[in-house]
């Protein structure tokens, strides 16, 4: 009976103490800052894309368009401005210059949030290969770049239209153009080897395929593998456990500073 009593009171003491909680996601206090600034040494602008997080995933981010945007060097400070076509999204021509250290600095209501980041030197690349399906009479992406590259990590940009292509010209833009992204990194992933099934798109001959490759950083190409673990290559067989990806802003903020040297060329598909 002792035993039975003692038993009870454990119960009733643990019950007592159990209490229901429902997490505020929404709340404005776990909204974080995002700032993608991914600049080029193209003789173009550059932008730089903010806005706050999402507390839910199908929510659409807010655009911040009160910030303050200065990219600054040794000898050079460029003022950003908003985008008024474009919310959230500030713009600024800009030269950039190799081994020179640059900080991006975004002021919002008063906070400050910071990045450094240097020019990652742009490599000269080999064109994609291709396969041939002779029964669909298309070509296929075979091989754009090695997954692995510990020395030159990139992006690999390739644009393709066949809308000048005979049998292909009245046809809408999305059934003769593709974007495609593919990306060697200093590390090489399970999950970036086995990822989850993704549609493949064949090409008729004659397709121009304009390619850039984008340098980057052995830092900068970590957080994009981090992004890819999250992202696209989520879902497959060896996917790895959800979790926060790196950011070199400070204070907290979300996203990422990268300087990017480019290089790129175009081919014809099935030209010899």
Known sequence: MKRFIVCFLIAVLFYGCEKEI????????????VINAMFTDETNENEVEIRWSIP??????????????ILSSFDEVI????????????????????????TLTVSIDGQIYSARAELASGKAFNPPT?????????YYLDKVANPFDPSNPAIYQLEADWSEVTG??????EQTHALFYFFSLQTLDVSQLLPP?????????????????FALSQENAEYWRQVLL???????????????????????????FGLCGTTQLSVIVGEK
Do not use: C
Not at 56 to 69: E, F, G, L, T, W
Not at 198 to 209: D, H, N, Q, V
């Open 22 to 33: 429902t997490p505020n996601l929404s709340s404005e206090a776990n909204m974080k800052v």
């Open 56 to 69: 839910q995933p199908n929510d659409i981010a807010s655009p911040i368009n009160d910030a303050q945007v």
């Open 79 to 102: 003022l950003f401005g908003l985008d008024s076509s474009k919310p959230g999204t500030y713009r600024a021509k800009t030269n950039l210059r190799l081994q020179q250290e640059y």
């Open 130 to 138: 291709f396969s041939y399906s002779s029964e669909e009479k298309l």
């Open 168 to 173: 292909y010209t009245q046809l809408p833009k």
């Open 197 to 213: 099934p993704s549609e493949k798109i064949g090409f008729p001959a004659g397709t121009i395929i304009d390619i850039k490759r």
């Open 230 to 256: 999250e992202t696209t290559w989520a879902g497959g067989l060896f996917a790895t456990e959800p979790a926060n990806v790196i950011s070199n802003f400070s204070n907290n903020a979300a996203g990422w």
